[in-house]
């Protein structure tokens, strides 16, 4: 394995935040251990590539953002991306020095365009009774660390709360851990309300099961 890059020694990143393929899949599985890792949370995590494949990428597909929609966040230092069909939005970052990636061989793009994968969002439908709206849930919005505090996360939210603006959802809704002061500062500075007063309820593993003989 060679040493890690400094992001082609250049300054200037090109991110494309498009439609995962399943080729994407093994990426996106190891990001969320990552994320798992940083949440402290690994004793829960048993995802494996088959299971996201097969959950993420149901046949027939359906429709984005009316059913599960992993998007990936691709980054480039060479040349911009050409939008395609997968494309949700792009955008040019200037950063103030290079970037060095210790992982950049193991999240090269499978597209085989020089390119590397630093982040990723899943998101899917909910609905508001009070609006009488459908709106996104995002269930993990997430950037691998040498990439993070540059303003990739800011932009797959904002290419998110676009999409969802523009199909006239009514909300764009997530959870945060309490002890994420960091994340909490940067939603709220994204403009959204963090709610004190609401808490989680949910029912898997035994707690789930025991209600499929009742």
């Known amino acids: ?86 494309t949700l939005s792009i955008t040019q970052f200037s950063l103030s020095s290079p970037v060095v990636d210790p992982d950049e061989a193991d ?16 998101c899917f439908p909910n609905y508001s009774t009070f609006l009488a709206k459908p709106g996104l849930y995002i269930e993990d919005i997430f950037v691998r660390e040498p990439w993070r505090r540059m303003g990739f996360g800011k932009f797959m939210l904002s290419s998110v709360a676009k999409k969802a603006a523009e199909l006239g959802m009514g909300r764009v809704e997530w959870c945060v851990l309490d002890w994420n002061v960091n994340a909490i500062e940067f939603y709220k500075g994204m403009g959204a309300e963090v709610f004190q007063e609401w808490r989680i309820c949910r029912l898997t593993g035994p707690s789930l099961e025991k209600y499929k003989d009742e």
């Open 1 to 86: 394995m060679s040493p890690p890059s400094a992001a082609a020694e250049s300054t200037t990143v090109w991110a494309e935040l498009r439609h995962a393929e399943p080729s994407d899949v093994p990426f996106i599985r190891r990001m969320i251990y990552q994320m798992a890792e940083f949440e402290r949370l690994t004793h829960l995590f048993s995802a494996t590539d088959t299971s996201l494949l097969s959950t993420l990428f149901p046949s027939p597909p359906l429709p984005h953002f009316f059913s599960f929609t992993p998007l990936v966040l691709y980054l480039s230092s060479t040349s911009p991306p050409v939008p395609s069909s997968q």
């Open 107 to 122: 999240f090269g793009s499978p597209l085989g365009d020089g390119r590397r994968i630093a982040g990723f969002v899943i």
